[in-house]
């Protein structure tokens, strides 16, 4: 196989977090409290003054059976506060409910996200239509707390939950032939209001894309929750990618459907405006939008009186561990 296995020393647990926190918080997981996370009470949020104001949620039984063992703080980042909850779930971009930073929070609760079926075909030896479930079931649950910047400039700290897209691409077995991992959104008109106006450019559904190679990276996740509980609709529940060090409209939401191809898929922003959006997408302050500097950044949350910008780092901060990707590649020409 062409397909190299993730080392996961390559990154996880290298960065470590205040310890006491995490200590803390899996006693308190192990502990009687732990009966409310699993009655869909985000008991996170109350052992941790990082998970302030999280919203209970009913989850699925198999993500707080998943909940319970999972591996907190497997990624970290250090000396950067997580994002407060109510704003990484108000300020959105989820153009399928509107172009407003605002709609996808006013919006996504009509989509309905159980039963939610995820087509997988091309290159592959395993194709078929998977759940959820299906799709992580034997993978651990790992908490990801990563850097997520926007082509917008503006950035926020995001503790996901999520297994590495690396083991779910290898129970599917991808062929030899399979070059590229083409994403696709649903595109369910009546419980998407952004897709009834006749405004949007986009050329539904939503579509995303890797190499193989960076899709088989250990960085690279596939979401199903965030801030300790099931993901809120407007972050693309029920499952959607995370690629940390390319910019955040790589992240897909709301995945229905992944295909393995050969030749590299067109992608929703990359067609719409070539000029300004590539299919690479890496976060890289030496190279511009052709309207705005890519070089530093609005880390939310932000006011008009103290708008918090900080320097962008070379892919996100993620340069040692994915550098490599790019070898004599002109990420001028490749942005
Ligand atoms: N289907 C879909 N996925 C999407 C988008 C979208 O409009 N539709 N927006 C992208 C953009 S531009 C960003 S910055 C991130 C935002 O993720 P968040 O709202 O969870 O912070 O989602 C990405 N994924
Ligand atoms: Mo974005």
């Given at each position: 196989m062409l397909i190299r296995t993730p080392?996961?020393?390559?990154?996880?647990?290298s960065e470590v977090t205040p310890e006491a926190l995490y200590l803390n918080r899996r006693r308190f997981m192990q502990g009687a409290a732990f009966s409310a996370a699993a009655a869909g009470l985000p008991a996170i949020a109350q052992a941790d003054?990082?998970?302030?104001g999280v919203e209970p949620a009913n989850a699925p039984v198999w993500f707080d059976e998943k909940l319970r063992q999972a591996n907190w703080g497997a990624v970290t980042v250090k000396n950067e506060a997580i994002t407060p909850y109510p704003d990484a779930t108000h300020y959105n971009n989820f153009y399928e409910f509107g172009p407003d930073k605002g709609d996808p929070a006013r919006h996504?609760?009509?989509?309905?996200?159980?039963p939610w079926v995820v087509t997988v075909d091309g290159e592959v030896a395993k194709p078929g239509k998977y759940s959820i479930e299906d799709l992580v079931s034997d993978a651990a649950l790992e908490e990801r707390i990563y850097r997520l910047r926007c082509v917008e400039a503006w950035s926020m700290v995001i503790p996901w939950l999520g297994v590495s897209l690396a083991d779910l691409i290898s129970r599917l077995e991808p062929t030899t032939d399979a070059k590229y991992v083409r994403f696709e959104t649903l595109a369910r008109p009546e419980q998407m209001p952004g897709m009834r106006?006749?405004?949007?450019?986009?050329?539904?559904p939503y579509v995303e894309g890797l190499r193989m190679d960076e899709a088989m990276h250990p960085l690279s996740l596939i979401a199903v929750g965030m801030y300790g509980r099931v993901l809120p609709n407007q972050n693309g529940a029920p499952m959607r990618l995370v690629v940390p060090w390319k910019y955040g409209f790589k992240s897909i939401k709301s995945i229905v459907r992944i295909s393995f191809v050969r030749e590299q898929p067109a992608t929703t922003w990359e067609s719409m405006a070539p000029q300004e959006y590539?299919?690479?997408?890496?976060?890289?302050?030496?190279?511009?939008?052709p309207r705005w500097s890519q070089a530093r950044e609005r880390r939310l949350p932000g006011s008009l009186f103290s708008p918090n910008v900080r320097e962008t780092q070379m892919f996100n901060g993620y340069k040692e561990e994915v550098a490599h990707l790019y070898t004599g590649m002109d990420l001028r020409k490749n942005y």
């Open positions: 080392r996961r020393s390559d990154c996880l647990e003054p990082r998970y302030a996504a609760s009509q989509l309905v996200t159980e106006t006749g405004f949007s450019l986009i050329d539904w590539g299919f690479y997408a890496n976060v890289n302050p030496n190279v511009s939008h």
